[in-house]
């Protein structure tokens, strides 16, 4: 069995703009400073992650730069209206498992990388409603990418 964590890898979370008014808002590169992962012999992953550990790495593609209250009450809105303070849990393998948050499990597929994996997540599966802005102007895609790197 061998532990991972921040310390070797990292677990990042993109997530993309659209809508009328995207062009105010940001894609953004949250990394999740808080998390483990047991890796069997066999292969099998348990990783748990702290939703209230992210930190917003990069705004992208803004009209203005990611202001520190821009990242502050972005992740009050995380913490408030999507994923809540309950642990986000993975149990399967490199190719896929089970993923549970804001209290849905659902089945999750990875992609594997070189140095780890990607999966696609399309919050509105997890009955998650993607943020939106500005009336509903700038919303958050649905699918968001989670990438762990550096295994």
Do not use: C
Not at 45 to 71: F, N, Y
Not at 96 to 111: F, Q
């Amino acid at each position: 069995m061998r532990e991972v964590g921040p310390a070797d890898a990292t677990l990042t979370v993109k997530t993309y703009r659209e809508g009328v008014a995207a062009k105010v808002g940001h894609d953004l590169i949250i990394v999740v400073g808080r998390w483990s992962a047991k890796i069997a012999d066999d292969g099998a992953i348990e990783l748990t992650a702290d939703p209230r550990s992210l930190e917003i790495r990069e705004g992208l593609r803004g009209a203005k730069p990611l202001s520190d209250r821009d990242r502050k009450q972005i992740l009050e809105n995380i913490d408030q209206k999507v994923l809540g303070s309950s642990p986000i849990e993975f149990r399967g393998t490199a190719e896929g498992g089970e993923l549970t948050m804001a209290g849905a499990t659902r089945p999750v597929t990875i992609e594997r990388t070189p140095d780890g994996g990607r999966a696609t997540l399309v919050q509105s599966q997890w009955g998650i409603k993607p943020y939106r802005g500005l009336m509903g102007a700038l919303k958050v895609r649905d699918d968001v990418e989670v990438i762990i790197s550096g295994l």
